[in-house]
């Protein structure tokens, strides 16, 4: 089994996969001073409760944009599952072309995001991300990465909106039963949800222009399928979209080594 481990700046979401098909997944909060002890017997604790083992994990796959818990991790994935992990790097070749004027600043993340969502749906594509920060990925018909956009994540954004508003309480974030909101909290509903579905729409309509034909849009992460519900322009929610990557991406660098080992062998005499 693979245990893929996506660690972003605000959550780290791990999954299990048994071939293609994730067997358990689970959202832990970061915390980028966590030891590898830490994050090796919390990730034990859960296999248990699922009715798993350290033994029944055979391969480690992780992706982090926090570079100090990345020697954690790797450590971690020697000491509790005896692997060498698969650490995603923007340097792999995963078949994925990478437009920027710098690859080497695309995240780990935005990376698998993009090989798995042009695996799963072809292209042309554009993936939005609510993360930490709501990321949007533009991935070309021929699965080129040409490039985003970054804005400030919708859970970051309340959370310096209460911090700053004394007066303001803290709310569910649920789609309110109209936008003209008839209290404080309907208020803040509806200004929170239909102000970040205005920005998606109005990002991927501006993106979208800037494409030969349509792109398909693939929401993923925590705050996904609320905001898609009230979008005109999400087509497709996968919440698994960063583990399915790294399923993928761990399946293709296996392949690569598998293949170069079979070039290095001696000819048969």
Known sequence: MLLAVDVGNTNIMVGVFDDRK????????TDWNSTEDELGITIKSLLHHSGLSAGDISAVAISSVVPPLIYSLES?????FAVKP??????????????LDNPQE????RMVNALAGFTLYGGPLIIVDFGTATTFCAISGEGH???????????ISVEVLFEKAAKLPRVELVCPPTVIGKNTIAGLQSGIVYGFVGQVDGIVQKMSGE??????????????????RESKTIAKVNPLLTLEGLRIIYRQQKEQAAAGKVQEKPPHV
């Not at 990465?145 to 859970?155: D, N, T, V």
């Not at 494409?211 to 996904?224: E, H, N, R």
């Open 76 to 80: 971690m994935a020697q000491k509790y």
């Open 211 to 228: 494409f030969p034909k349509p792109p398909l849009v693939v929401a993923t992460g925590g705050f996904a399928s609320l905001i898609a």
């Open 106 to 109: 695309l995240g780990a993340d």
């Open 22 to 29: 994730i067997a358990v997944c689970w959202r832990l909060a």
């Open 86 to 99: 698969l650490l995603v790097r923007p340097d792999m070749q995963t078949g994925l072309k990478i437009l």
């Open 145 to 155: 990465y040409l490039g985003g956009a970054i804005a400030p994540g919708i859970g």
